[in-house]
C-alpha cells in the first residue's frame, strides 16, 4: 500500500520561523534580563527613598508628619511608643534595635522596613513590597509595550525579505518543475547571490554536457549504419563473386574489412575520448618526443609517398597523457599524409609563445575552402566525401576525435591556409592551464 508523499516544507517558511523564533527568544531573554536590572534598580531607588524620608521624619515633630498612605510608620523614644500606624502597633522595639533594611511580613502584609536611629528615639518606617512590583512592572510593560506592538511588523517585514532573498531559487524550481527531459537549453533564471549564482553556471555547464551526451547517443546507431552500410555491401557482393569463383573479389574483401576495422576503431577512439574521464591522468610529457615517436609511427606511409618532413621547434612540456596526445597529434599527421600528394612536402613545428606551446603542422596538399573548414569537425563528414582526389578512404571521425582531445586540454586550433599551399593547423596549449 502506497503512502502519500510528506508535505515538504519550504526554506522561506522554515527561515522565517527561524528568525521569528530567535527574536522572540531575544526579546524574552531582554524581558527577564530588564525584569532583573529593574527590579534591583528600583529597589536602590526605593531604598534610598526610605532612607531619606525617614531621615526627615525623625528630625520633624509628629504631629507635623504628614498623611502617608504608602509609608507605615512607628516611632519609639527609648522604650516608648510616641507614634504608630495600625499595622504596627504589634511590632515590638526589641526587634528593631539599629540601623538596617529588612523584608518583613506584618499581619499578612510584605513590607520592605527600614530602621532609623538618632539618640535615643528609634523610627522604624515600612513601604509595602507589592508597590515595588507594581512599579517595576509598569516599567517592564512600557519598555516592552512597543517591542510587541511592532513584533507583526517585523514578521512581514522578515517574511517579506525572506522571500525575496530565496526568489532566484523560487524561479529556479519552477523553472526546472515545467522543463522537458530533453530541453537542455541555458536557465532563463539569473542571480547575482553567492551561493545561487554558482549553482546556476554548474546547471547551465551540466545541460550542455548532457545535451553533447544525448546527440551523441541519439545519433550514434543513424550514423554508424549510414557509415558501416558501404563496406558491409561491398564485402557483400565481393563474397558473391568469390562463392562464382571470382578470385580477385578476396582482395577486395580484404580492403573492405580493413575499412570497416578503420571505421570500428574510429568509433571506439571517439567514444573513449570524453573530455571529463580524462585529467586525472595527466603527467608531464614533452611534446618534441611525442612528436618525434608520432613521425617515427607513420614514416612507412610518409617514405611511400615519398613525403619531404621536417620538423623545428624546442622541448616543450606540459601535462597530458599518452593515448590523448598521440591521437589528436597522430590524426593530424595522419590526414597531412593522406591528403598530400606524391612527393609534397609536410612541415611540423613547436612554438613557444607568451604563456602558449604551439603545435604546428602543414602541407603542400590541396587544402579547404572556407566552408569545409566549417564543417570539417562533424562528425563522419569527409572534404569532397569518397570522390576525393586522393582516393583515400576513411571515416570522416579523426576530426571529430581531435575537437574532443582539444576539448580535454581546454585548447584551441586554428585552421587555415598554409605557405605550402595546402593546409596548415595550429593546436594551442595554455601553459598555465596545463601546469596548474
Sequence with gaps: MSTAPAKRLSINLRLTLIILSCLVLTAFMALLQG???????????LDQQLVSL??????TPVAAWPEQNEFYAK????????????????TPHEDFLKSEFRTVNVSGKRLRVYVEQKGDKTLLLAEPVNKRFALIESLIVSAMTPLVLIMPFLALAIAWYV????????????????????????????????????????MNSLFKKVEAAYL????????????????????????????????HGIKAMELGIAQLNHIVEQMLTLARTEPDSWQNQFS?????????????????????????????????????????????????????????????????????????????????GPGMTDEQIARVFDRFYRV????????????????????????????????????????????WFNKESDEN
Design 35 to 45: 525584569y532583573e536590572t529593574s527590579f534591583n534598580e528600583a529597589e536602590k531607588q
Design 54 to 59: 525617614s531621615q526627615v521624619l525623625i528630625e
Design 75 to 90: 516611632l519609639w523614644q527609648g522604650t516608648d511608643t510616641i507614634y504608630s500606624a495600625a499595622l504596627l502597633k504589634s
Design 163 to 202: 522571500r525575496r532573498a530565496l526568489k532566484p531559487l523560487t524561479l529556479l524550481s519552477k523553472e526546472l518543475q515545467f522543463r522537458r527531459a530533453n530541453d537542455f537549453t541555458q536557465l532563463k533564471t539569473r542571480s547575482e547571490d553567492a551561493e545561487v549564482a554558482p549553482v546556476i553556471e554548474r
Design 216 to 247: 551523441r547517443e541519439r545519433y550514434f546507431a543513424s550514423d554508424a549504419a549510414h557509415e558501416l552500410k558501404t563496406p558491409i555491401s561491398s564485402l557483400k557482393v565481393n563474397l558473391h563473386n568469390v562463392a562464382s569463383g571470382d578470385m
Design 284 to 364: 608531464a610529457k614533452d611534446l618534441l618526443s611525442v612528436t618525434q615517436q608520432i613521425v617515427a609511427d607513420n614514416y612507412a606511409k610518409i617514405d611511400a609517398k615519398n613525403h619531404l618532413i621536417s620538423l623545428q621547434g624546442d622541448s616543450a612540456t606540459i601535462q597530458g597523457c599518452d593515448f590523448t596526445l598521440n591521437t589528436l597529434l597522430g590524426n593530424l599527421l595522419s590526414n597531412a599524409v593522406k591528403y598530400t600528394p606524391q612527393g609534397g612536402e609536410i612541415k611540423l613545428a613547436l612554438i613557444n609563445k607568451n604563456n602558449q606551446i604551439g603545435w604546428r603542422i602543414e602541407d603542400s
Design 384 to 427: 569532397g566525401g569518397d570522390k576525393h582526389p586522393s582516393g583515400e578512404k576513411g571515416a570522416g571521425l579523426g576530426m571529430a576525435i581531435v575537437q574532443q582531445i582539444i576539448a580535454i586540454y581546454h585548447a584551441k586550433i586554428e585552421l587555415s591556409r598554409a605557405s605550402l599551399g595546402g593546409l596548415m593547423v595550429t593546436v
